[in-house]
């Protein structure tokens, strides 16, 4: 009796067959994130020097999960390709027979799987380096891990779609590397901005004029370098916000990195009313070089100097530096103390003052 009912047929096979697809299917949809979660981490663990405690979250999201979803189809899929296709759902889909859609759509999902499953392995991988660099400092690493992975994926998931195309459509190997150079043109042609700014960003790995975190000016947009893409380059601006600044316009327009920069610099025009005499203001740019001179080794160099004379004013020129090393608030409180001096001078000597032109420079 068992027997008969296990001989019974149903959808085109028989009862047993699909007990045995369907007993597979369940045993993976028990075992298969269990399977996947110890694969990575015996791989992560036994076939590398990695720490695998220090990257629990990276192995379980980028390693693990998409394993176990590429696990869990692949082996359904081997299951239910051993059964016969039920002749009654077999029609006709626009001259096509619906199993030969099925398989195709079968292959496309594993495919993608499978690409998605390599992108995880890759984002591990810089994470990995990632992490090192960040532990001895190395920016240079840093930006590099991070744009070749960027450049890795995307190759990975152009590759994805390729595959996906020469399988849904069967072409041939001769067609398929035609039809990549001719998707490769197109794409260069319909995208040339986004491959201008890959190519960039190859330049700016190369070149280095800047690395994540320097202060860097650009086309009027000035912050700290967060994240250097493939397309393009995210900066943490003055206002805290994030600015996205295209890299062809990082690499063909002109490029201040002010965290190159060895001091902080800070220049002022004085403007003195006509009436101020000689004396006035040979005592007055002799009483600024005593007050710079009074603030010791914290300013390493100065220039103060008569500018400029004329029926509209004298023009007092001063200029000093100090190290880069000083902090800005601190940068701004020492050039608030000098003024306050100059404006005192200046009140002693009965000068009036007609304008102040100041750059104060980070």
Known sequence: MANNMLQYTILSNSAASWLIAFGIIIFMILFAKGISKLVAWFSVRYLTKVD???????????????LSRFLFWLITFIALNNLYFPRALDFFVFKLHFSDIVHKLAM??????????????????????????SKSADRSL?????????????????????VIFKSFFNITAASFATSIGLVTAALALAAKDTVENIICSIIILLDKPFLLGDYISVNGTSGNVERIGLRRTVLRTDTKTL??????????NKLENVSNQTFR?????????PAA??????????????????QGAVVTSNTIFLKNTGNQGHIVFMEYFVSITMAYADFCALNQKINLDIITKMEALGLQQVLIIADLNK
């Open 52 to 66: 695998h405690r220090n990257f629990k979250e990276t192995i379980s999201q980028r390693l693990a999960r998409p």
């Open 108 to 133: 496309a999902l594993l495919i993608f799987l499978f690409f998605n499953m390599l992108i995880g392995v890759v984002h591990m991988v810089a994470t990995v380096f990632k992490r090192s660099a």
């Open 142 to 162: 840093i930006q590099l891990t991070s744009l070749l992975s960027d450049l890795v994926r995307a190759i990975l998931v152009v590759l994805c779609i390729l």
């Open 243 to 252: 600015a996205s600044v295209p890299n062809r316009d990082l690499t063909g």
């Open 265 to 273: 610099r800070f220049r002022q025009e004085i403007r003195l009313a």
């Open 277 to 294: 005499t000689a004396g006035q203001l040979e005592n007055f740019v002799q009483g600024i070089k005593e007050i710079i001179t009074a």
